[in-house]
C-alpha cells in the first residue's frame, strides 16, 4: 500500500502542538469525548479489560474511567510525550501489540483520518478483541475543512496555474463501513455528525489546526514555503464564499463513529431468506393496508 502520510513530521507536529497548548485548540477532541460517553451510556455490558489506541490525550481513557464501566484501562501511544505522566504502553504507529482475545473493549478517538493502513488497523483491533467485544471509534470523513480546501485551492490556481494537496483526504462514512465489514466485524454500525464551528478570521482556523498537530503532512504535499500572499488571497476568498451576515466564517467538521463487534456465536443473526414463518400477505391485511 503505497503511504499517503509522513508518519515521522505528523508525530513531531504533534509533539510540537503538545508542547505548546493553546487555550481551547482541543474542542474537538473534548466534543468526540463527551459523544463517546453517550455511547458508552447507552452499552449495556461491563467491561473487564479495554484499550484506548493512539488518541494522545487522556480524554479517552477518562471517559472509559468515568462510566464505572471499564475494570482495567491501558492507553497505547506513539511517543512517550502522549503519556506525561499517565501510565500506558509505547509502541509503533499503527501497531496493536497485544495478543489475539485480549480485550474485551477499544476504542480509538480522532487518530485513524491520518493512518496510512486504516484496513490493517481494523483487522488488528478485530484480532486483539475477545468474542463478542466492542471496538468504538471516530474519526473526521469527507466534508471536514471543505471551505479551507476549497478557498486554498482557488487561491492557488489563480496565483500559480496549479494546486498542490494542502488538506488530507478524508474517509466518505460508506467506505468507512465497508472497511469494518472488510476486517471481520460482526454488527458493524457506522453514523456521521457534522460539526460547524464560527471563526473571527480564516487565520483563527489555520492557528487551531497548528495546535491541534493537525497540519498538511502529505508524502506529496508541496516543498515550497506557504506564501504570505497565498494565504491572504485564501482567506480573501473565504471570506466571500463562506462568511455569515456578522463577518465570522464557518468551518465544517465531519466526525464518522464507528462501531463493531468480535463475532460470537451468541449474537444475534439475520433470519435466512425463505425462512419467515408469517407471509407478508397476512401482514398487510392485518394492518388494514390496500392493494
Known sequence: MQPLFDTALLLTRKRRALARPANGADF??????DDLADRLAAVDRRFSRAAT????TGHTAEVLAASGKVDDIIRVESDPAFLADASGM???AETVPFEPGSFDLMVSLLAFQSMNDI?????????ALKPDGLFLGAMTGAGTLSELRESLLAAETELHGGASPRIIPFADIRDAGA?????????????VET???RYATPFSLMNDLKAMGETNALIDRSRRPTSRTLLARAAEIYFERFSDADGRVRASFSIIWLSGWAPDVSQQKPLKPGSATVSLAKILGDTGTDK
Not at 489506541?53 to 494522545?56: A, E
Open 28 to 33: 474537538l477532541m473534548q466534543r468526540a469525548a
Open 53 to 56: 489506541l493512539f488518541c494522545q
Open 90 to 92: 509505547i509502541t509503533t
Open 119 to 127: 484496513p490493517g488497523m481494523f483487522a488488528q483491533i478485530r484480532r
Open 179 to 191: 472497511l469494518l465489514q472488510r476486517a471481520g466485524f460482526a454488527l458493524p454500525v457506522t453514523d
Open 195 to 197: 460539526v460547524t464551528v
